[in-house]
């Protein structure tokens, strides 16, 4: 079955930095863009990040833009998410998915992973 393995997340000071992992198997890892959504309780999934599978191409949200860098290791068909100068209001549960598009407008993707939880303090 398709997995989707989030890992990463924990507590940091605003300002600091986090990395967190997305594992993927049981799909074909070029065939798919993977994303990063996160969610806080009484909102909407919001996209944060997606990069392709094929050629590498990535999209982010405006609101996380010269903060964090997703990349890509195909040989292990991880997807990593380096977030820096982090905020309190970047403290959600975030998500990994997979789907034929990035499509961070649209929370309807083929796969989810579980959510890792990252709080930042201030």
């Known amino acids: 079955e398709v997995q989707l393995q989030a890992s990463g997340g924990g507590l940091v000071q605003a300002g600091g930095s986090l990395r967190l992992s997305c594992a993927a198997s049981g799909l074909t890892f070029e065939d798919y863009y993977i994303s990063w959504f996160r969610q806080v309780p009484g909102k909407e999934r919001e996209g944060v990040s997606c990069?392709?599978?094929?050629?590498?191409?990535?999209g982010y949200a405006d609101s996380v833009k010269g903060r964090f860098t997703i990349s890509s290791d195909n040989v292990k068909s991880t997807v990593y998410l380096q977030m820096n100068s982090l905020k309190p209001e970047d403290t959600a549960v975030y998500y990994c998915a997979a789907d034929w598009r990035c499509g961070l407008e649209y929370p309807n993707k083929s796969y989810w992973g579980k959510g890792t939880l990252v709080t930042v303090s201030s």
């Open positions: 990069i392709s599978g094929s050629d590498g191409s990535t």
